[in-house]
């Protein structure tokens, strides 16, 4: 979506974060034709727990969803933020997310997605603990560059 929505000609889109630095987006060739890799420069490598360790249960009651709502939890920058991966099923645009219980574990990012069907994934970001209750990540414009 982001190429044909917003770059239909270019190679690479650029993202900047506020605090990881750039990440991108680039069209590369894969076994089924044509497929996205994903530069993110999240810091040290994640840790897969189960949905039911400390953090997906945090997660759950503060996104007023069940533990069993959650395939997989992720952590990474040491433990202190995750991904959280939701069934197809959780309405995840819909879910009223209390983010102040968020904290302090994790004390960082929550990032809370889910695959959509197909090549589409759902994904809402949570960052309470630097000010930012949810990032507004889908109204904004990406960067476009194509050298």
Do not use: C, W
Not at 101 to 117: C, D, E, K, S, V
Not at 118 to 139: A, L, T
């Amino acid at each position: 979506m982001l190429f044909t929505r917003f770059a239909a000609d270019a190679s690479t889109i650029y993202f900047d974060t506020k605090t990881k630095g750039r990440l991108s987006a680039s069209r590369v060739a894969s076994p089924n034709g044509l497929g996205i890799a994903l530069t993110l420069p999240l810091g040290p490598a994640t840790t897969a727990v189960g949905p039911s360790h400390e953090i997906g249960a945090i997660v759950a009651r503060a996104a007023g969803i069940n533990v069993s709502d959650i395939v997989e939890v992720a952590t990474y920058d040491g433990g202190n933020s995750a991904v959280v991966e939701l069934k197809p099923s959780v309405p995840l645009k819909d879910l009223a997310v209390d983010t102040g219980a968020l904290t302090p574990t994790p004390a960082h990012y929550t990032i809370l997605t889910q695959a959509a069907g197909g090549n589409r994934i759902n994904s809402r970001v949570f960052v309470p603990s630097m000010g930012i209750p949810e990032d507004p990540v889908v109204s904004t414009e990406p960067v476009i560059h194509d050298p």
